[in-house]
């Protein structure tokens, strides 16, 4: 009996990817956001449908992942969101790795390391407009970029920011952070630096603002199916990840049987108690114990007792058929059910991207379409 899988239908990945491509017109580029493992998803088998279904550009975390989308398409562009170091430079001639600039500190560092191997450097200049993260100040933009240019070594063909929220229903603070990255623009045009590849929305932004696509848009989650769904989004997509287990045993219990470990839950009545060879040594939140929900035989069927290390329970009903090797659903749909990573994510009071990226990168992972 296997262990925990993964299933992932690449073919709703590039539905995903072509609706997205159509509410953006000819111009703007994707710059499809792949870092660690593509949200779990699995990086070399989701870049390999993203290039086949038109992207050109993908966002990474660091050179490591950069290179390994190098080897899957030798043709895409690469962003490196983090940080790149100046001994890294070796690897970055060619122009298809594009490391962002985060501070001046490390654009001097990356410049020095560039003129000694007499290169000029293809970068993105990083703006602090208000995430308070990473990046420049965007008041001082400008003149931190013409210092840098003044150094050499680099060519700062690109700029960009990062949103700390959009919400269109309460206060936010991303019109300020698009207003002062536009007068930061302003000011590195002043400074010569004209034609820049500006990009500044990741998903929410990208569904919600069209106005501010700019010459690239850097989606993420809304490519692997989640948070599409309000009024008034650009486009919707479906979830392209499920995730299971088997079922390992199944017990018929009398009412007042307790579950787990501290005994937490306790039936009210006599029921079946199916165990799952999923805990959260694979990724399987703890906070879920007596509030998440598997898919057994087509039926939502609730998590009761503690999540432990390799294993979690549902109670199944007095009435179940279910059996030892069956399929227990954990994200995902089974016959007219589904329970989505959205869902869970509530119940754990945490984020989809949290419980996607926490299953085990040791599980399979299957790919179809």
């Not at 279910?322 to 399929?327: K, L, Y």
């Not at 089974?334 to 299953?359: K, M």
């Amino acid at each position: 009996m296997k262990s925990t899988w993964v299933e992932v239908d690449l073919g709703v990945l590039k539905e995903n990817i072509l609706r997205a491509r159509k509410s953006l017109g000819p111009r703007p580029d994707i710059i499809f956001v792949v870092k660690d493992r593509a949200y779990g998803h699995g990086l070399a088998p989701v870049v390999r449908a993203a290039a086949a279904a038109g992207v050109k550009w993908f966002g990474v975390v660091d050179l490591s992942e950069a290179l390994e989308v190098q080897a899957v398409d030798p043709s895409v562009r690469i962003l490196v969101l983090g940080r790149v170091e100046p001994e890294d430079i070796v690897t970055l001639e060619g122009g298809r790795i594009v490391p962002v600039i985060l501070s001046e500190e490390h654009g001097r560092v990356l410049s020095d390391a560039a003129k000694v191997m007499g290169l000029s450097l293809s970068v993105h200049l990083k703006i602090d407009t208000g995430m308070g993260r990473l990046g420049v100040p965007w008041e001082d933009a400008a003149d931190i970029a013409s210092r840098l240019a003044k150094e050499g070594g680099l060519d700062i063909c690109g700029v960009c920011t990062h949103f700390a929220s959009v919400e269109m229903k309460k206060p936010s603070l991303a019109a300020e952070q698009r207003e002062r990255f536009e007068k930061a623009c302003v000011g590195l045009a002043e400074r010569g630096f004209r034609n820049l590849f500006r990009h500044v929305s990741s998903s929410r932004a990208f569904l919600y603002r069209a106005e501010w696509d700019m010459d690239a848009v850097r989606p993420g989650i809304a490519l692997y199916g989640y948070g599409t769904n309000e009024s008034n989004m650009r486009f919707k997509t479906r979830p392209i990840l499920q995730w299971k287990a088997p079922v390992v045993q199944v017990k018929k219990v009398p009412a007042g049987f307790t579950v787990g470990y501290y005994s937490t839950y306790q039936t009210t009545s006599a029921t079946t108690i199916a165990t799952i060879a999923v805990g959260y040594a694979d990724g399987y939140h703890r906070a879920l114990s007596n509030k998440g929900f598997v898919l057994l035989r087509g039926r939502r069927c609730p998590v009761v007792g503690r999540v432990s290390m390799n294993w979690i329970t549902a109670d199944a009903g007095p009435d179940s058929e279910v059996q030892a090797g069956d399929e227990a659903v954990l994200i995902g749909q089974q016959g007219s059910e589904s329970i989505w990573a959205s869902e869970l994510a509530r119940l754990a009071r945490t984020i989809p991207y949290e419980l996607l990226t926490s299953i085990n990168p040791l599980a399979v992972r299957e790919y179809t379409g």
